[in-house]
Every structure is written in structure tokens, then in C-alpha cells.
């Protein structure tokens, strides 16, 4: 089951506007995580920040995390056309054990128009 | 390029098949994770290895099996195939065994059950 969940399913902008995506979920997390997926590819790593984290900046990437309501944001300013990609999070989650797992949500699909 | 191999890209075979899927991690990796995306499902954590040993499952079904040998890459074993099988499975890997690093994905194995 689905312990991420984004928002919005899909979103379409202008280049050069900047593109928010959220995302809730349901239990305490170790960390989250964001991933991008170009279409019928693997997805590749954009960052991470820790459940005692509130604020994280990767280049035009900035994650927002905020653990009292289990959400998460991710900003990616001044959009281009190579952005234009799913984006997933993933959160770190124990069950008790020492292990995490991560969990993916379904994804937000950004169209970025030329 | 995440350093993640997986072959083949492309399976088709039939119903009631058996197919074996190979990763091969990134350098200095420990850690193997293997994942099942559809469109109805999502991304599916099904299971992960670390140095050898079965870590943590996830959804995998009992028809799936998958091992990591010493050299440290990974197979996973689909049998008794069904249409709803077909899916793309992706590899990832990380160097900790815990689950809650960053992974780096293959990309992936389309595998199509006719």
C-alpha cells in the first residue's frame, strides 16, 4: 500500500514558472526522499532530508518537510523543459525493527511547456 | 548513469513461464533492492538483500524468489507467469543495509506475459 501520497496527479506550466508538488503519508518516517522518472526509465535521486529536518535546497530543488503534518514539499524554481517528469516521494519507515523501507507514492506527472 | 545494470531491458514470453532478471550494483554497493512498477499499482517494494542475505519483503509474491550471490549481484525469479504479472522491475541499490539511504535505480526490465 501507498504510504505516499502526492499531490497534485498532475500538474502543466510555462518554463521559467516554478512548479510545487506536495505530498502527505501516514506514519512517522526516519526520512524522505524525492525522485524524478523520466518516462519508462529508472528513477534517479534528487534529495533527501531527515525527519529532524524542515528545510532542504539542491540547486533549484527546495524540500520542505513537516513532520506534525506528516507533509512534504518539493519547489523546483525557474522550471525548464527537460523537468517535464514524474516525480515521486518515498518515506523511510520502520515497522519496530531496525530495518526501514521505503515507500513510494504514485507520483506527480509535470509537463513543462517549451 | 545511476551504475545500476539490469538485463534484458525487454522479456515477452507466455503465461505459465519462468524468467530470471539480473542487477548488477553500483560499485561498493552492499545493499539490493528489487521493485515492481504498473500502472494500477505504483511502485511496489518486493525485496532487498544486503551482502548476501534477505533484509526485508515487502509484496512479493510467493510465484517470486530472488537471491544476491557473493560477487553481490542479484536475480529475481518470476514463475508460474500471469497476464498481470507484466510490469516494469527495477533494481536499486545503496551502500547501508537499513533502508533508509538513497538508492540508486537501473533501468529496468520490462517484462511483457502474453
Known amino acids: 500500500s501507498q504510504q505516499g501520497e502526492e499531490d497534485p496527479q498532475a500538474l502543466s506550466i510555462q518554463e521559467g514558472e516554478n512548479a510545487t508538488m506536495n505530498c502527505s503519508y501516514k506514519?512517522?518516517?526516519?526520512?524522505l526522499q524525492w525522485y524524478r522518472q523520466n518516462s519508462g526509465r529508472g528513477l534517479v535521486h534528487l534529495i533527501l532530508?531527515?525527519?529532524?529536518?524542515r528545510e532542504k535546497h539542491s540547486g533549484r530543488l527546495r524540500v520542505t518537510l513537516d513532520t506534525s503534518k506528516k507533509s512534504s514539499s518539493l519547489l523546483i524554481t525557474a522550471s525548464r523543459a527537460a523537468d517535464t517528469a514524474s516525480y515521486f516521494c518515498?518515506?523511510?519507515?520502520?515497522?519496530?525493527?531496525?530495518?526501514?523501507?521505503?515507500?513510494f507514492g504514485k507520483g506527480t506527472l509535470l509537463t513543462v511547456n517549451p | 548513469d545511476s551504475g545500476v545494470t539490469q538485463t534484458p531491458k525487454h522479456l515477452i514470453t507466455a503465461t505459465g513461464q519462468r524468467v530470471t532478471l539480473r542487477c548488477s550494483p553500483r560499485?561498493?554497493?552492499?545493499?539490493v533492492y528489487w521493485y515492481q512498477q504498473s500502472l494500477d499499482q505504483g511502485l511496489q517494494f518486493l525485496i532487498q538483500?544486503?551482502?548476501?542475505?534477505?533484509?526485508a519483503k515487502g509484496n512479493i509474491l510467493e510465484r517470486f524468489s530472488a537471491q544476491q550471490f557473493p560477487d553481490l549481484h542479484s536475480e529475481l525469479n518470476l514463475s508460474s507467469l500471469e497476464l498481470g504479472d507484466s510490469a516494469l522491475y527495477f533494481c536499486?541499490?545503496?551502500?547501508?543495509?537499513?533502508?533508509?539511504?538513497?538508492?540508486?535505480f537501473g533501468p529496468g526490465t520490462r517484462l511483457t506475459v502474453t
Open positions: 538483500y544486503y551482502n548476501g542475505e534477505e533484509r
Open positions: 560499485s561498493g554497493d552492499l545493499s
Open positions: 506514519t512517522s518516517i526516519n526520512n
Open positions: 536499486a541499490s545503496s551502500v547501508g543495509g537499513r533502508g533508509a539511504y538513497e538508492q540508486y
Open positions: 518515498a518515506t523511510a519507515s520502520n515497522s519496530g525493527g531496525s530495518n526501514y523501507k521505503l515507500t
Open positions: 532530508i531527515r525527519s529532524n529536518e
